[in-house]
T-cell receptor
């Protein structure tokens, strides 16, 4: 099983450009999440989807949008990238309180 | 509301010594507690979890943690550190019936030969 697959692994954007981070899981999990990881700040929740067809804001949603395309896929979109969005982005999925399965991350640099 | 405090952003131990990484939590309802490990340039991997069964939880790679409600703690231990344990460790909390997880800021473990 692949688990949680994120694409791309690396990306450099110019300020103002847009992009979509893709995430897919093959574990039939209901819930999916997007986190960002910054030094000294741990992981902060951007958006989550408790089940197919629903999405909710997390701790730091400004500047992002999400789409739960189907049960497998949960994408994160930056409409107009800013340097403050330079970070490592992780997608995760879970089923009830079993704990998260994480993807390997996307390293995004906005210049 | 829920939160996690990890004491010590960096911890150094000698190979073969006891590993103790501290975590205290705050939760208004009975918590679920987790420890994750992150190796360089990788995603996080679940080490162990507490979900209201046994208070002493055993995980992978010889790690264990004990849930102490009176101290609101969930410290991670390993009797003998190995070089391969060098990584960053995250404590996390969620509430029963509530799947969102709140992470601590992480503790980087250095193992000295």
């Amino acid at each position: 099983n692949a688990g949680v697959t994120q694409t791309p692994k690396f990306q450099v954007l110019k300020t103002g450009q847009s992009m979509t981070l893709q995430c897919a899981q093959d574990m039939n999990h209901n819930s999916m999440y997007w986190y960002r990881q910054d030094p000294g700040m741990g992981l902060r929740l951007i958006y989550y989807s408790a089940s197919e067809g629903t999405t909710d804001k997390g701790e730091v949603p400004n500047g992002y949008n999400v789409s739960r395309l189907n049960k497998r896929e949960f994408s994160l979109r930056l409409e107009s990238a800013a340097p403050s969005q330079t970070s490592v982005y992780f997608c995760a999925s879970s089923e009830r309180e079993d704990g998260y399965t994480f993807g390997s991350g996307t390293r995004l640099t906005v210049v | 509301a829920q939160s996690v405090t990890q004491l010590g952003s960096h911890v150094s131990v000698s190979e073969g010594a006891l590993v103790l990484l501290r975590c205290n939590y705050s939760s208004s309802v009975p918590p679920y507690l987790f420890w994750y490990v992150q190796y360089p340039n990788q995603g996080l991997q679940l080490l162990l979890k507490y979900t209201s069964a046994a208070t002493l939880v055993k995980g992978i790679n010889g790690f264990e943690a004990e849930f102490k409600k009176s101290e609101t703690s969930f410290h991670l231990t390993k009797p003998s550190a190995h070089m391969s344990d060098a990584a960053e460790y995250f404590c996390a909390v969620s509430a029963v019936g509530y799947q969102k997880v709140t992470f601590g800021i992480g503790t980087k473990l250095q193992v000295i030969p």
